[in-house]
């Protein structure tokens, strides 16, 4: 089985910055790709940032420009800088890792328990 933990949260003031950390372990076949999602209070989780087996990587139109995923080569650890940070960036941030178990198994998804954010105004 697959675990992730996140860490690096906290408080931040407007205009600062946060270093994401996500850390997986356990047994698993194949990675496909890891990547972050957040959800803030009332509103449903969305994609932030991933990242693929080969590099490639997507972002959230509102963070483009401001926030920056990254792995290690083994993809065992991924990160997320995030610079000028602001009130819309908090929420509870999650990693997401999407793989094959085995051998036979299509991909699936699993996710750590989340590490808070939180940019007062």
């Known amino acids: 089985q697959v675990q992730l933990v996140e860490s690096g949260g906290g408080l931040v003031q407007p205009g600062g910055s946060l270093r994401l950390s996500c850390a997986a372990s356990g047994s698993i076949f194949m990675i496909n790709a890891m990547g972050w999602y957040r959800q803030a209070p009332g509103k449903q989780r969305e994609l932030v940032a991933s990242i693929n087996s080969g590099g490639g990587t997507n972002y959230a139109d509102s963070v483009k420009g401001r926030f920056t995923i990254s792995r290690d080569n083994a993809m065992n650890m991924v990160y997320l800088q995030m610079n000028s940070l602001n009130p819309e960036d908090t929420a509870v941030y999650y990693c997401?890792?999407?793989?094959?178990?085995?051998?036979?198994?299509?991909?699936?998804?699993?996710w750590g328990p989340g590490t808070q954010v939180t940019v007062p105004s």
């Open positions: 997401n890792l999407r793989g094959y178990l085995t051998y036979y198994s299509p991909p699936s998804d699993y």
